[in-house]
């Protein structure tokens, strides 16, 4: 029976439209990722092709302008919290990517708040060791981007404030804000812990914190400080199939 749908698929893709080809290189993908126990996208979703977040991510990068998961959903998450009052913030955002995404998507000057240390990951407890050594262990110092070339990766957003520095040493300079959005990226449990119980009781009703770690088997401190954090507040993470993790207030 596969046989025949193989042949049948790859007779078209010789001879038949271009959909047609695209539908036998979906089934040969589709067949090897089974194979290796994995997954592909369904091939009729079509958020690869937004021309909403296409066009933002051609801003970013006019020679690589891919949609990925994760920014398409940031994307449309920072969308529908425009109405909220509040600022923005950003807890790890390396050359600005995710950040330029909250920001186009927010549409507005209000200020966006980027914290960073500029010089990568901090050092990893005990609680950021994967399950297994299949995983990679993250290390101290990777993703360091210099702060000079995110403000310049960002010089079209003119609400970015940047606070250089270990989480959580200048959260208090926004200690008096409200925020609809905060993005958390920093990978490991501690900073994570950090900026979720900084800011969850500063978000105003209906403004979420997202974590972009949250399901990565390479972050299982990200995932724990998060849980943590949403039962301390009542509250249970939504756990989104890209790997980030979603909290409303
Ligand atoms: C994975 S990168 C962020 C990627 C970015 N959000 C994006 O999607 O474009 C992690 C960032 O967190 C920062 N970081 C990690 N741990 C930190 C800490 N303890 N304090 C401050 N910054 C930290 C790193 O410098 C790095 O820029």
Redesign the pocket.
């Given at each position: 029976m596969q046989l025949r749908k193989l042949m049948r698929y790859g007779y078209r893709s010789l001879i038949g439209e271009p959909h047609e080809k695209r539908d036998f290189a979906f089934y040969v993908m589709n067949q090897f990722a089974k194979w290796l126990d994995m997954r592909i996208y369904n091939k009729h979703t079509n958020w690869q092709d937004d021309p909403e977040v296409l066009a933002v991510m051609r801003r970013f990068d006019p020679h690589y302008p891919r949609i990925k998961e994760r920014q398409f959903f940031l994307y449309n998450l920072a969308r529908s919290l425009r109405h909220l009052p509040g600022d923005s913030a950003?807890?790890?955002?390396?050359?600005?990517?995710?950040s330029h995404v909250i920001m186009s998507a927010l549409g507005d000057d209000r200020p966006h708040h980027i914290?960073?240390?500029?010089?990568?990951?901090?050092q990893p407890s005990e609680h950021d060791i994967p399950k297994t050594e299949a995983v990679r262990a993250l290390q101290a110092g990777e993703?360091?981007?210099p702060l000079e070339n995110t403000r310049r990766n960002l010089a079209a957003h003119a609400q970015a404030v940047f606070y250089e520095?270990?989480?959580p040493e200048r959260f208090g300079e926004v200690a008096d804000k409200r925020f609809r959005l905060v993005?958390i990226?920093?990978?490991?449990y501690?900073?994570t812990r950090d900026s979720v119980r900084f800011f969850y009781p500063r978000l105003v009703p209906g403004g979420a914190i997202i974590c972009?770690d949250y399901g990565f088997n390479t972050c299982p401190g990200a995932r724990k400080a998060m849980d943590e954090a949403a039962e301390c507040f009542g509250r249970q993470v939504v756990h989104v199939p890209t790997g980030q993790g979603l909290l409303i207030k």
């Open positions: 950003e807890c790890g955002a390396l050359d600005g990517a995710s914290f960073d240390s500029f010089s990568g990951l901090s993703f360091a981007s520095g270990w989480i993005s990226d920093v990978d490991f501690e900073p972009d």
